[in-house]
């Protein structure tokens, strides 16, 4: 059973029992989503630190990535060290939702970097497209319900040559529909194109989608 009330200027939510979260949950704030998506190297990370940077002093960082390979873990390296030194980094592959839910204050801001991995890592462990699909929108629920507000960071994979292997494919089709996802709910989003943020979304009233069909 589901029972929702929203007020354009004064948000207040009341929800029982959600499928997503299975407990009650009454705010009279949603969780502010920002959405970063672009291309491989474009500025998005340095962009979403930019961003938290100027909205919070307690940050939280959720870092998706394995250090698979020497590259990975230079990688992750050079992330690190492009954030302050104070904000906390928490390192979750797999289970972003319960993260989220367990974050304690003071916690102003948490940065989820990024969606891509996340996605790839559940694949990779065998998990179906409809499961995954699933637990993008459990983290929706969520992020829109809690105190603190959410930067989430994914790339764009679908404008580039259609890989050549079925696993690929899925990804490439998986992470469309994950975006749409996180665009349709999110107060704002931003495309970064060659280090150049282009706002695609805004909106502060609190009238977010919450259908999260994806086509």
């Not at 938290?52 to 873990?73: P, Q, R, Y």
């Not at 690929?168 to 999110?186: H, P």
């Amino acid at each position: 059973m589901n029972l929702s009330l929203r007020l354009t200027k004064k948000v207040f939510f009341y929800e029982i029992a959600t499928p997503a979260l299975g407990r009650l949950a009454i705010t009279e704030k949603m969780g502010k989503v920002i959405f970063i998506t672009g291309g491989v190297r474009s500025g998005k990370s340095k962009y979403a630190i930019k961003l938290a940077k100027n909205i919070a002093n307690e940050v939280i960082f959720l870092a998706t990535g394995i250090a698979k390979d020497e590259e990975m873990k230079k990688r992750i390296e050079e992330h690190k060290k492009s954030r302050p030194d104070r904000w906390r980094t928490i390192e979750e592959t797999k289970n972003i939702s319960s993260i989220l839910l367990d974050i304690q204050p003071p916690c102003e801001l948490v940065i989820i970097d990024c969606l891509t991995f996340f996605v790839s890592n559940l694949l990779l462990e065998g998990v179906n497209e409809e499961t995954i699909l699933q637990e993008i929108k459990k983290i929706v629920d969520i992020m829109l319900q809690v105190d603190y507000t959410t930067i989430v960071v994914s790339n764009e994979v679908g404008g580039g040559v259609v890989p050549d292997n079925e696993l690929g494919r899925r990804f490439r089709d998986i992470i469309g529909l994950t975006n749409q996802i996180m665009a349709k709910s999110a107060h704002e989003v931003y495309l970064i194109v060659s280090g150049i943020p282009v706002k695609l979304k805004e909106n502060f009233d609190g009238e977010v989608e919450k259908n999260h069909s994806g086509h």
